[in-house]
């Protein structure tokens, strides 16, 4: 069975954007895949809660497509999180409007791969930066999707951001389809990353 995607989009500049411009594009074109566009919908930036919980309750898998911004996302997101996402309604004691839903990032950033490497130039990787959003999802019991990355955004050249919209479209559809990206889940990737080692010599 097909699954409903909401991609819950935001960028509080998109007459100057680029990229997110021509994923969203791309995007719009998908079947099954609904767009809302958080800063067209809200100008005045109140969001209305309940329209927002009912938009999630009617979908399976929810897509937040937006730029990286200060390691982290626009602050209309922020906001969203922080409103829809209410005690009672996204968690709490036998709270499970949420469960079995996914939650998964389409992200764009300045910075290459490189650099979001431990030690690197931005110190810690982009699924450490990420991890208040994974904790956020597996509050709500939601399960936590590897995002879909676009890097390097400045050197990114016209053709290969058409490629890129068209992987993104690609992308989306699996979703639909239920092909979902492997499940993110740090703390049993650093157990095993920290077990790796004594596993090899034999004391775990
Ligand atoms: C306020 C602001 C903060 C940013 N913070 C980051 C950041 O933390 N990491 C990063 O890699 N890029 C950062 N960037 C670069 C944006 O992510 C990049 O310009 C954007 O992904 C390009 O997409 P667009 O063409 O759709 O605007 C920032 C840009 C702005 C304007």
């Avoid at 399960?143 to 890097?151: D, H, N």
């Avoid at 992308?171 to 049993?188: C, H, I």
Wanted: hydrophobic share 40%; charged share 20%; with cysteine.
């Amino acid at each position: 069975m097909a699954n409903k995607v909401l991609l819950v989009f935001a960028h509080p500049a998109f007459e100057s954007s680029r990229i997110n411009r021509a994923l969203l594009k791309a995007a719009t074109a998908c079947e099954g895949v609904h767009v809302h566009d958080l800063y067209a919908h809200y100008p005045e930036q109140m969001i209305e809660i309940k329209h927002e919980q009912a938009l999630v309750d009617q979908h399976d898998i929810v897509v937040f497509q937006h730029p990286m911004f200060w390691y982290s996302c626009p602050a209309l997101l922020k906001n969203w999180l922080d409103s829809v996402l209410s005690y009672g309604w996204a968690y709490g004691d036998n709270v499970g409007k949420l469960q079995g839903k996914s939650w998964v990032h389409a992200i764009s950033t300045g910075g290459s791969d490189s650099v979001y490497q431990r030690r690197g130039y931005n110190q810690f990787s982009l699924a450490e930066l990420l991890r208040p959003f994974e904790q956020s999802a597996r509050l709500c019991a939601m399960q936590y999707l590897q995002p879909f990355l676009t890097q390097s955004v400045d050197t990114l050249s016209d053709e290969r951001l058409q490629e890129q919209a068209q992987e993104y479209a690609a992308w989306l559809q699996k979703l639909v389809n239920d092909e979902l990206p492997p499940e993110v889940d740090s703390l049993q990737s650093e157990q095993a990353e920290y077990l790796a080692p004594q596993i090899e010599k034999g004391i775990a």
